[in-house]
């Protein structure tokens, strides 16, 4: 069983002998806790700016939740894994609102600052916390990033005006927005070699810490407004549930 907070060779201290962890060296402390054996449960905890509202309610004609789309994914990278459990909220009442922020575009610090005032730490007894953080407007003022993670940390960001510039009928807009939930929650855990090296030669050069296949939700291009309807095809035709492909699975199962 990996020892858990015991990485000291990778800490460094300022002058008041505060510990300070590089975005790195935090990323390397997310593999450890998001992979770490036993019945630990997964919580993604879900909040919201003023019209930036999620989605909710039926999805697949009614026979699952479109937050079922996150929770099986996130089950099927941990299926390895004894005990471990998934929590989502379902409802837009089990989710958290946050104030409006007045804001058309985002910069780091900014995000930084929201995210601080929500998250808890990620490991608390056998619950780990995440936090996913959905807001109005745009990242540095680029219409192109639907959603953000930030190397380290344990909350990602969904731009929800973005989401709904892609457009799509209600089903596809459903699916865009929570495979980028499932993306950047993917990278906050470390797959594709961002601290969970590949088992098999599946990751992209040109694009690093994403996969060649098209067909997993950690292929690129599922970052892009413009290309995410095409990449999704397939899967909400057939209302796929799980939308990690097998090789990035391997990878965590085998870390």
């Not at 894994?81 to 609102?97: A, C, F, H, N, W």
């Not at 409006?100 to 910069?107: D, G, L, R, Y």
């Not at 003022?141 to 973005?162: R, S």
Request: glycine share 6%; with cysteine.
């Amino acid at each position: 069983m990996k020892i858990l907070f015991i990485i000291l060779f990778l800490l460094a201290c300022s002058e008041n002998n505060e510990v300070i962890l590089s975005p790195e060296q935090k990323q390397i402390e997310n593999v450890q806790i998001s992979t770490e054996p036993g019945p630990f449960t997964f919580n993604i905890n879900v909040f919201y700016e003023v019209g930036a509202e999620p989605y909710a309610g039926t999805v697949n004609l009614g026979k699952n939740n479109t937050w079922d789309i996150t929770k099986a994914s996130m089950i099927s990278l941990f299926q390895h894994i004894d005990g471990r459990k998934v929590t989502v909220p379902y409802e837009l009442s089990e989710m958290k609102q946050i104030s409006p922020q007045s804001k058309s575009t985002w910069t780091t610090n900014e995000l930084v600052e929201v995210a601080e005032k929500i998250k808890t730490p990620m490991l608390q007894e056998f619950e780990i916390q995440t936090y996913v953080i959905y807001l109005k407007g745009t990242f540095n003022g680029n219409p192109e990033i639907i959603g953000l993670h930030l190397t380290g940390e344990n909350y990602v960001f969904i731009f929800k005006d973005v989401i709904e510039s892609v457009g799509g009928s209600p089903l596809q807009q459903k699916y865009v927005e929570q495979s980028t939930v499932v993306h950047e929650l993917g990278h906050l855990v470390g797959l594709v070699n961002n601290g969970i090296k590949p088992v098999s030669n599946h990751e992209d050069q040109a694009n690093p810490h994403h996969t060649i296949h098209k067909d997993c939700v950690m292929y690129h291009a599922v970052e892009k407004p413009g290309r995410i309807l095409s990449i999704l095809a397939a899967i909400i035709g057939r209302q796929e549930l799980n939308l990690f492909g097998d090789e990035v699975i391997s990878d965590i199962s085998n870390h």
